[in-house]
C-alpha cells in the first residue's frame, strides 16, 4: 500500500505529470500492488484492490486517462483470489504495453500532416503532440517550433529542453503572446487530457485560446490523444471535472494574506469546442472530433463510463 501511496502523491503533486504518464504510473502502481496483496478471501481481495482504484482515481479529477488506466487494468472476472490477480496483473502489463506503443503510432501519422517548411505551434508538456513534432524532424523535414511557457507550472520549459535535444530550432513565448505569433504559425499541436463525447478537448489552461486564435487566423489545430483520453462517462451526461489546484502556484500565500480583498483562482484546464479541431491525432487513425463517440463505444467499452 505504501507504494501506491507514493504513486498517488507523486501523480497529485505533479511530480508524475501528463495524463499518458499518469495512466501508465497507475496501471504498474495496480499492477505491482496487486501482485504483492495477500488476501485471505476474495472479498478482502476485492476491497483493496477497490480502495487502491479509488486512491489513485481521486488524485487527479480531470485527467481521465487515470481512472480509464485504472479501471482497465484492475478488470477481472475470476472468483479466485489468485486467478484474478494474474488478471490484474495481465490487463495492466497490456495496458502499459498499448500506452508505450501509442506515442509512437501517433507520432508517425500525425508526422505525415506536418509539411516542410512549417511553424508549428505547441502548448504544455504533451509527449503525444512532441512525438508527432519530433517524428517530423527525424524524417528530414525543416520544421520550427513556437512553445508557450504554459504558465503557472511552465510547462514549456520542459517542452522547449525536449526540442532542444533533437536540435529543433524553438521559440518560447509567454502565454498571452499566442495570438500576436499566430500570423508565424503553420499549424497548431496540442495534447489532450480528456476528449468528451462531443469531440471537445480538455487540456491545459490556455489551450483554448490557441483555438481560438488558430480559428480566427485559419490555421489548422491538431489534437494528439491516445485513445484511453477519450470519457466514457459523458455518453451518459457526465461532465469533466475542471481541476483547480493551490493558489500558491500563483501567488505567494504571504503576499496574499496582506490582500484582504483578492482572491486568486487557478484552474489547470479549460474546454476547447470540437467546432475548433481540425483534427484529432489517435493510435488508431486520424479522426474528426465527431467520430469521439465511435472511438469510446469501439474501443474502451460503455462499462468504463459507469453507465
Known sequence: MQKVQETAEKIRTMEIRGAGRIAK???EAIRDYATELDAASMEEFSARIKEVSNLLISTRPTAVSLPNAVK???KYSSANVEEARQEIIKN???FIEIADKALEKIGKIGSRRIRDGDVIMTHCNSHAALSIITTAFEDGKDISVIATESRPRRQGLLTIRHLNNFGIPTTLIVDSAVRYYMKDVDKVVVGAD???ANGALVNKIGTSQLALAAHEARKSFMVA??????????????PIEIEERSVDEVVDPIVLKELSHVQVRNPAFDFTPAEYIDMIVTDIGIIPPEMAYTVIKEHLGWELGDL
Do not use: H, Q, R
Open 194 to 196: 480528456a476528449i468528451a
Open 25 to 27: 504510473a497507475a496501471a
Open 72 to 74: 482497465l487494468s484492475s
Open 92 to 94: 495492466s502489463n497490456l
Open 225 to 238: 490523444a491516445e485513445t484511453f483520453k477519450f470519457s466514457p462517462s459523458t455518453i451518459v451526461g457526465n
